[in-house]
T-cell receptor, first 112, second 114 residues
Framework: DAKTTQPPSMDCAEGRAANLPCNHS???????VYWYRQIHSQGPQYIIH???NNETNEMASLIITEDRKSSTLILPHATLRDTAVYYC?????????????FGTGTSLTVIP | KAGVTQTPRYLIKTRGQQVTLSCSPI?????VSWYQQTPGQGLQFLFE???????NKGNFPGRFSGRQFSNSRSEMNVSTLELGDSALYLC?????????????FGPGTRLTVT
């Protein structure tokens, strides 16, 4: 079952940074934070994941608080193509199984 | 590398029929997971297969079943279709590795039950 809480919707101006928050107060020490996004009826797309340290890749940055109870996904320069539903997911290492429990996500709208 | 492929992309069936959906994972990936997405319930985990064995199962009735072949390709079957089975069925593949790793999703099969 989903272990994360996200705001249902957010707006962001095109070209500005989009900061999407996620609360995961019951996260365990060996659980990772994953972010996916889904653009209208397509398959979810992997964005980034992390355990303790902040992570950055070509798509986004992931900031995890020191107590690991919350995180923020940052899209540095949002474009119209970033309009999607963003899911924050907490899951254990591979040994505990591959299932992802998706919550309701945040619907991000990038405004021109 | 080619992505995850799912066939067919669209399907229309009648109540009471059965349906088989197919998923080809990314080359080298041995884990295949299936998800159901509906407007009311969102994305829900169905089951996961690894090396031809079901490793995890979500909370779905026995009408939903699956299998995995030696080449890692997977099929899922839904018998005695109900109207509520209308959904987008998504397949995801991943490779075994230490620590965290990502799943790659296919485009999905849109099933409509009439």
């Amino acid at each position: 079952d989903a272990k994360t809480t996200q705001p249902p919707s957010m707006d962001c101006a095109e070209g500005r940074a989009a900061n999407l928050p996620c609360n995961h107060s019951t996260i365990s020490g060996n659980e990772y934070v994953y972010w996916y996004r889904q653009i209208h009826s397509q398959g979810p797309q992997y964005i980034i994941h992390g355990l303790k340290n902040n992570e950055t890749n070509e798509m986004a940055s992931l900031i995890i608080t020191e107590d690991r109870k919350s995180s923020t996904l940052i899209l540095p320069h949002a474009t119209l193509r970033d309009t999607a539903v963003y899911y924050c997911i907490v899951r254990g290492p591979e040994s505990t199984g591959n299932q992802f429990y998706f919550g309701t996500g945040t619907s991000l709208t990038v405004i021109p | 590398k080619a992505g995850v492929t799912q066939t067919p992309r669209y399907l229309i069936k009648t109540r009471g029929q059965q349906v088989t959906l197919s998923c080809s994972p990314i080359s080298g990936h041995r884990s295949v997971s299936w998800y159901q997405q509906t407007p009311g319930q969102g994305l829900q985990f169905l089951f996961e297969y690894f090396s031809e064995t079901q490793r995890n199962k979500g909370n779905f009735p026995g009408r939903f079943s699956g299998r995995q072949f030696s080449n890692s390709r997977s099929e899922m079957n839904v018998s005695t279709l109900e109207l509520g089975d209308s959904a987008l069925y998504l397949c995801a593949s991943s490779h075994r590795g230490a620590g965290g790793y990502e799943q790659y999703f296919g485009p999905g099969t849109r099933l409509t039950v009439t």
